[in-house]
């Protein structure tokens, strides 16, 4: 596994622990509901260097989606 593989495995492991924590819900639908976002879509794309950013920042987008519809951030 490259580093960048490990950097976005650890990445979305900490995302949906933070989706299951804040939304009290099981860890399998927090994985659900991130696997399904245009977030996650924007991860996965390492040209967008996204994976770089913290679980933080990542999380903050994943939230701008589910409230808004959409990603908010223009850089992406």
Known sequence: MCKE????????????????????????????KFYNSEVFEKLIEKE???YLESPEYVYDLFKDEMNFGHIIQAEI
Do not use: F, K, R, W
């Open 48 to 50: 967008t260097g996204l």
């Open 5 to 32: 593989d490990q950097l976005l495995e650890y990445l979305i492991q900490d995302i949906v622990d933070m989706i299951s924590t804040d939304q009290n819900i099981e860890y399998d639908e927090a994985m659900n």
